[in-house]
């Protein structure tokens, strides 16, 4: 019996412990994340003016768009066309990939542009505001506007809240059973015992969200813990090599090679080493596995140096694939995102009654 005791009063102390030090962390990750979740329709909403333009016959070749970002850019690692399908009214998205060699800032840039006449229509990096509020809270999301050790610290939180997830597990597994079937609810008579009862409904109701939510967070962040990768990120990027082959050409190729590939990125290489490469869903594929086809050219000869299929992946390769959709919520419509909407705030919830419980009990 005692030792039953001493392991609940174990468990029941890293489970308080981790949420007071990452609880102000998760709140942050779960509003930003929450409104991340409407991404694309409050940003267009927002600067609908500014990216809305009128279509004057057909777009600029791919390359037009190309040699202007990279030679007002001059030491960038990348730049990937964000919105390949926009419709003709829609401007053209760009993300930079840069690095100026310190650890302290996440060096993403954005520009938008005209399609039919080239010019640019916002630029800036993610790090202010020039390019709008939205994609600031992108890479807030991301690592906290703190670099590295940002991206470090969220990618930890995400294995916190895990470790929250699975010792909450064992306290209130005598509930679960009983709060699915509405046989245990909420006693509002006053303060702890509605934060307590919050406590136990949310987190039994939002068990396997969070699971899926901090688990893929984690995992498509854990080069964050590769020293490779941070020694890579202070060196700054050298001048631009840009492609001897035409983009466009390669483009059309690359719709060749895959006729059914809707597009939803296209990546134009800056420095020797990376390939250009188209990435998207195929016809009647489910949202969920968007991201599992892909044709690679080389930039500087225009050979054929990859072919991806989701249907030719390996079980985990597929699983994978769902990681970013089961994240975001950009794998279903309007209700599906409004439901991501209101259990992503709970993290938040979950650690103001965790607060509360700690403080009753201190009191």
């Avoid at 938008?112 to 809270?137: A, I």
């Amino acid at each position: 019996m005692k030792k039953i005791n001493l392991t609940r009063v174990l468990v029941f102390s890293i489970h308080s412990w981790l949420g007071l030090i990452t609880g102000i962390f998760l709140l942050l990750l779960g509003i930003s994340g929450s409104g991340l979740v409407f991404l694309k329709e409050i940003d267009e909403s927002v600067h609908a003016e500014l990216l809305t333009v009128k279509p004057t016959g057909k777009p600029l070749p791919l390359d037009s768009f190309y040699l202007k970002i990279a030679r007002s850019h001059p030491k960038i690692k990348g730049i990937a066309w964000l919105n390949p399908a926009a419709a003709p009214d829609r401007a053209y998205e760009f993300r930079l990939y840069q690095n100026d060699g310190k650890i302290s800032t996440y060096d993403l840039g954005m520009v938008s542009m005209n399609p039919y006449t080239g010019k640019v229509l916002r630029e800036g990096n993610l790090k202010d505001f020039n390019t709008g509020f939205m994609h600031w809270l992108i890479q807030f999301h991301w690592s906290f506007q703190l670099g590295l050790p940002g991206l470090l610290m969220a990618t930890v939180f995400a294995i916190t809240m895990l470790i929250s997830i699975i010792t909450g597990l064992i306290i209130y597994r005598k509930y679960i059973w009983k709060v699915l079937t509405f046989r245990v609810g909420i006693k509002w008579k006053n303060q702890s015992t509605i934060a307590s009862g919050l406590h136990r409904v949310v987190g039994v109701w939002a068990l396997a969200f969070n699971l899926v939510i901090f688990f893929t967070g984690f995992w498509m962040n854990m080069f964050a813990f590769d020293p490779a990768y941070w020694q890579k990120q202070t060196s700054p990027c050298p001048a631009n090599v840009l492609a001897k082959q035409p983009l466009e050409g390669l483009l059309q190729k690359a719709f060749e090679k895959m006729p059914d590939l809707i597009p939803l990125s296209v990546y134009m290489p800056t420095q020797p080493g990376s390939d250009f490469k188209v990435s998207g869903t195929l016809k009647d594929q489910h949202p969920l596995f968007q991201g599992g086809n892909s044709v690679s050219f080389d930039a500087g000869n225009g050979q054929l140096t990859a072919t991806k299929k989701f249907s030719e992946k390996s079980l985990w390769a597929k699983t994978e694939t769902s990681f970013f959709p089961l994240h975001t919520g950009n794998f279903g419509g309007i209700p599906v995102k409004i439901l991501y909407v209101l259990i992503g705030l709970l993290p938040g919830l979950l650690s103001i009654t965790g607060f509360m419980l700690w403080w009753r009990k201190i009191k």
